[in-house]
């Protein structure tokens, strides 16, 4: 928004901003923040930072845990949802040294660093993203887990289960599975989607379309236009926040969780990917395979062979592996096609033109730190070109059929996404190496997200379940 520290407190002052808040992205992909008065918005914080304590995000540890951020002015924006005028920005993190130097594990380096190596790699010099986000807004949401209760309780009145509930039901309630495209009145939830996408166009975020998803029981998707790969994390962490505010405003609390319902669509964060050389589309062939370059080709294959070590960071959540199951329109195969939403990589039909030419990575999920997901895919991509990995020759398609569909010693020939995060978790110890090229992400940060993740995995294998009552409390 900015580019100087004049241009930004002549907005202030223009504006009566009385607070300035500066968020950070933690190691899971939350953002944390802490906020000063405009009186101590001076300009040596620019340049001197703000102390905090590094060992809370999950990047430090306590004996050595003292960092600073520096704020970014470019990515400024008013805060719609605080009562006090605010001016809010993203910080970055370093470590205090003489002079001060960028933290390697922070989430904005290594999407940084990644960039850098894109063109280090004379490959191309641009990457542009365009995430798809899915997600439900619930009217009531509850959960506990303590040692003589277990469970969770969710409600929203446009659900199936409450067409015979409660006076006045006016009706108009959405089938399982019934609400793709779906108009109002059923569509209850279509003004305030409208207006997360208002606010958020305010704030810079492009938006393509928003509707109502498959998910019966409020589950939406705005889907924003193309942009760089720090530049569409720092706005993937600002369509969530302003999403759950929004909702949260209105008396409402909206989730990314990958499978909130036993039996509905699950939410994804499909990621539309192509590659750019001086403003150039490197994606598209008119005589390849469905228009695609050996490039393309060669960047998909890269993605499909590192694809279950891909999932530690594009799929970090136990709950992930729940919508990652046959039967929806999520994918579990490891495999690439055209129009085929059943596949792990999916090149959209009715993108023909040069400049519209890419293709859709299915799996992930928006539990995902954007920073690291959207690094990691590219730097399989990367290797896929690197070494002329060709998906069509080491058997990963093109599987222009419903793959469920498939007879089942077919399907064995086809390899399989993870089932579990312990699964992707094991992929990932074992194929690291493309990940760190040029330094991208650094041997300890893998180390750390692993061990945060199976501590994770392991708090779930530890708890009972509540199904497990009805299998097995009589046996």
């Known amino acids: ?6 241009q930004a407190r002549a907005y202030c002052n223009d504006h009566g901003i009385q607070m300035v808040d500066f968020k950070t992205i933690d ?8 906020t000063i008065p405009i009186g101590r918005f001076t300009r040596d914080i620019l340049e001197d930072g703000i102390g905090f304590d590094g060992s809370n995000y999950g990047f430090a540890p306590v004996e050595k845990s003292d960092m600073i951020f520096i704020p970014d002015l470019s990515t400024a924006i008013l805060d719609p949802f605080v009562q006090v005028p605010t001016l809010s920005m993203i910080g970055d993190v370093f470590v205090i040294d003489t002079p001060n130097r960028r933290f390697e594990q922070d989430p904005r380096a290594v999407a940084t660093k990644a960039e850098e190596y894109l063109k280090s ?11 798809e986000f899915e997600f439900y807004v619930f009217d009531h949401v509850s959960h506990q887990v303590k040692p003589q209760i277990s469970g969770y309780e969710i409600d929203v009145t446009q659900a199936e289960w409450n067409s015979g509930e409660g006076y006045p039901n006016l009706g108009y309630k959405i089938p399982v599975k019934s609400g793709y495209h779906i108009t109002p009145p059923m ?9 997360m996408c208002m606010i958020l166009e305010e704030r810079n975020v492009a938006i393509k379309y928003h509707h109502h998803e498959v998910g019966g029981p409020g589950q939406m998707e705005i889907e924003v236009e193309f942009g760089g790969l720090r530049e569409m994390a720092d706005k993937t962490m600002l369509v969530k926040y302003v999403v759950k505010n929004a909702a949260f405003a209105e008396g409402k609390t909206a989730t990314f969780m990958p499978k909130p319902i036993l039996g509905e669509a699950g939410s994804g964060m499909h990621i539309h990917i192509h590659l750019f050389k001086e403003g150039k589309p490197l994606f598209f ?36 592996y729940k919508r990652l199951v046959p039967g929806y329109e999520a994918p579990v195969s490891i495999c690439f096609a ?18 519209q030419k890419r293709f859709e990575f299915r799996s992930s999920d928006a539990t995902c730190n954007p920073y690291y997901a959207y690094a990691a895919i590219l730097m399989a991509g990367l290797d896929g070109i690197e070494n002329r990995i060709d998906p069509i020759q080491t058997g990963f398609g093109p599987y222009d059929v419903n793959l469920y569909n498939l007879p089942k010693e077919e399907q ?5 996404l993870p089932t579990s995060l312990d699964e992707a978790l094991d992929a990932l110890e074992r194929d690291n190496e493309f990940l760190q090229k040029g330094g991208v992400f650094p041997q300890r940060l893998i180390e750390i997200w692993i061990e945060k993740k199976r501590q994770e995995a392991q708090q779930l294998k530890l708890t009972p379940h509540p199904l497990e009552f009805g299998l097995y409390y009589d046996l």
């Open 1 to 6: 928004m900015f580019e100087s520290f004049e």
């Open 27 to 34: 190691l899971t992909g939350r953002w944390r923040h802490v």
């Open 121 to 131: 790699t004379g490959i191309a010099d641009e990457i542009r993203i365009g995430p």
């Open 187 to 195: 569509d209850v939830l279509y003004d305030l989607r409208s207006r």
């Open 285 to 320: 062939n008119a005589d390849g395979y469905s228009g695609l370059s050996q490039s393309a080709l060669h960047f998909i294959g890269g993605i499909l062979h590192h694809c279950p070590a891909l999932c530690g960071f594009t799929n970090p959540s136990t709950n992930s």
């Open 338 to 355: 055209t129009a085929n939403r059943s596949a792990v990589i999916r090149i959209p039909a009715y993108a023909k033109s040069p400049g």
């Open 412 to 416: 064995a020939r086809i390899k399989c």
